[in-house]
């Protein structure tokens, strides 16, 4: 019996970076979105509380499937298993930065 494998998807959403665990993860038939399914947060202790998983946690808690801009995707990688979620400030000068993407129909703008 093969195991089900766990993705850490890093996103931009709102000047922050995301970090979340999941089981599922696809191309939407929404063109240009990604669809994320079955979210993992780390159950490891109880008594520890980290504050960006738990601000995680309630933001998804209702959510059965989320559908995140392709161009907000910074990264996904396959992983051994769940781990601690967490948000991050993105500040301007970072190495991570957001993919540049034209409106729909225009011309990047000019630098």
């Not at 960006?52 to 161009?71: C, D, G, N, S, Y």
Request: charged share 25%; proline share 6%; hydrophobic share 35%.
């Amino acid at each position: 019996m093969s195991k089900t494998p766990v993705y850490r998807v890093t996103f931009f959403n709102q000047n922050e970076v995301y970090e979340i665990y999941c089981r599922h993860v696809y191309q939407s038939d929404l063109w240009g979105f990604l669809e994320v399914e079955e979210f993992v947060f780390n159950e490891r202790s109880q008594m520890i509380v980290d504050p960006a998983e738990e601000k995680l946690k309630t933001e998804f808690a209702t959510v059965k499937r989320t559908f995140i801009p392709m161009h907000n995707v910074v990264r996904i990688d396959e992983v051994e298993k769940g781990g601690t979620g967490k948000i991050t400030e993105a500040k301007p000068g970072s190495n991570v930065s957001q993919f540049p993407f034209p409106s729909a129909g225009g011309k990047p703008a000019a630098e």
